[in-house]
């Protein structure tokens, strides 16, 4: 089953324009993580955020989480070409299902040059 | 370093018969995983090995599908009696010893295996 659930399912932007991903879950975490995915293909990991963690960078990622809404929303600037591809969230809910990494359906972005 | 790799990158079947999926994993990563994905959906976990034990099957979906890690490096996904259903894309992950440091959250992903049932 899916627990998180992207927002929008779409996005096409103009490359320089910042991109805005969203994701909602329904049970506690222990950490939240974002991957993307080229070509409906290998997952690439970008950013891990823990529960305890309110904001996260790398590079030209920011990633906030507010557990107290169960959301999370992932934040690309300064977009590129490179940057099109799917985009998800997974969440670890630790405990007995450390490791067991449960997927949203994703965010299909689209950068146009 | 060389990355998760998974063979083979395709397999087109027929209903009815038995594939094997092969994973090889991240040298020293003691942790592996088989997740599915299915066209416009994210992956499913599947099952989850830590060394040769499968630590969580219960994303197995029912008994035709299994795995095995027996030397707790390569580990094989085994179908029997494909269904087109089955048709997916199965992607195996690994990482650091799960539930130890920061260093094993991060799960790596390999290229994926298209499965095509016919």
């Not at chain 1, 627990?3 to 324009?17: C, H, K, N, T, V």
């Not at chain 1, 999370?72 to 007995?96: E, K």
């Not at chain 2, 390569?74 to 997916?88: N, Y």
């Amino acid at each position: 089953s899916q627990q998180g659930e992207e927002d929008p399912q779409a996005l096409s932007i103009q490359e320089g324009e910042n991109a805005t991903m969203n994701c909602s879950y329904k049970t506690s975490i222990n950490n939240l993580q974002w991957y993307r995915q080229n070509s409906g293909r290998g997952l690439v990991h970008l950013i891990l955020i823990r529960s305890n963690e309110r904001e996260k960078h790398s590079g030209r990622l920011r990633v906030t989480l507010d557990t107290s809404k169960k959301s999370s929303s992932l934040l690309i600037t300064a977009s590129r070409a490179a940057d099109t591809a799917s985009y998800f969230c997974a969440t670890d809910a630790g405990g007995t299902s450390y490791g067991k990494l449960t997927f949203g359906q994703g965010t299909i972005l689209t950068v146009h040059p | 370093g060389a990355g998760v790799s998974q063979t083979p990158s395709n397999k087109v079947t027929e209903k009815g018969k038995y594939v094997e999926l092969r994973c090889d994993p991240i040298s020293g990563h003691t942790a592996l995983y088989w997740y599915r994905q299915s066209l416009g959906q994210g992956p499913e976990f599947l099952i989850y090995f830590q060394g040769t034990g499968a630590a969580d099957d219960s994303g197995l979906p029912n008994d035709r599908f299994f795995a095995v890690r027996p030397e707790g490096s390569v580990s094989t996904l085994k179908i029997q009696r494909t269904e087109r259903g089955d048709s997916a894309v199965y992607l195996c992950a690994s990482s650091y010893a799960a539930g130890g440091g920061r260093a094993a959250d991060t799960q790596y992903f390999g290229p994926g295996t298209r499965l095509t049932v016919l």
